[in-house]
């Protein structure tokens, strides 16, 4: 079973940095002593602090003391047929990639590399998948360290979000579309964490898929490196109103589901 991508403490401390909120200025805001904001980060459970600094950083607080207690992760979901998740390992962290085909054809779209694509590749193999397509969903190394092989071994043309240029990739904006045997796939512009973060929406399998990237993860967010409240909004605006049986294929952590987030995510519960 793959971990959370992020605890409370992960959390708050991105809230904080996209906000820029210091320590000194939250213990004013919330009413928190230092001490307390310092054990919260650490994994500390203490509901009342929660409930004091959440508002302060535009969390909602029962999502936020559902995970700091441990009471929430997503259902799993059943990787029926027509895609699979891969996760592997990059340096300290594992990241996920991603393969959907059209049960009838078997062409099939890889999203993403992850750190090594050798189960990826074999998974094809044995399944008689065509991959025709790799999309990926930004050019941050861990998505895309394996890039060269598996874009060599399966002799696929491979698409990037034009804010982040890859080196034999073709650049795509929001709006470009994919037929993929009998499925569709729609690109979204979902920016803030990179520069040009790309969701996918496929269509044409039994329930939708969104492959975001590191735009949303169960329970979380990619942090707001270039853009915090772009971060925000796009998820907002580009996945969270998609239907609530939309599978959502984070680049870390578990899949998850809109209606899980918009029901358990502290950074979005509120504001949905």
């Known amino acids: 079973m793959i971990s959370l991508e992020d605890n409370v403490g992960d959390i708050i401390g991105k809230a904080q940095r996209g906000l820029g909120i210091s320590d000194s200025e939250l213990e004013k805001k919330a009413g928190v002593n230092l001490q307390t904001i310092r054990k919260l980060r650490e994994g500390d459970v203490d509901e009342q602090a929660l409930q004091r600094v959440a508002p302060v950083l535009g969390l909602s607080a029962g999502p ?51 750190a090594d694509c050798s189960e990826m590749l074999r998974f ?50 929001e709006g470009k579309h994919f037929h993929l045997g009998n499925l569709e796939i729609d690109t979204r512009l979902t920016w803030g964490h990179s520069q040009g973060g790309m969701t996918y929406l496929v269509t044409g399998l039994a329930r939708p898929i969104a492959i975001v990237g590191d735009s949303l993860f169960a329970g979380s967010m990619g942090g707001g490196n270039v853009s915090y409240r772009d971060a925000l909004r796009t998820n907002l605006e580009k996945i969270l109103t998609l239907p609530d049986q939309t599978i959502i294929c984070p680049g870390h952590g578990p899949m998850t589901t809109v209606g899980e987030e918009k029901e358990h995510n502290p950074f979005f519960a509120e504001r949905i």
């Open 124 to 173: 094809a193999n044995r399944h008689k998948l065509n991959v025709q397509l790799i999309l990926l969903t930004h050019a941050h190394p861990d998505h895309v360290a394996d890039l060269p092989r598996l874009r060599e071994e399966t002799g696929a043309d491979v698409f990037v979000p034009a804010r982040e240029p890859v080196s034999g990739a073709e650049a795509i904006d």
């Open 64 to 114: 936020l003391c559902e995970l700091a207690k441990g009471e929430w992760r997503p259902e799993r979901i059943d990787e029926r047929a027509g895609f699979a998740q891969f996760n592997t390992r990059y340096h300290d962290m594992t990241v996920n990639a991603y393969l959907v085909w059209d049960p009838a054809s078997r062409v099939a779209a890889a999203f993403d590399t992850g």
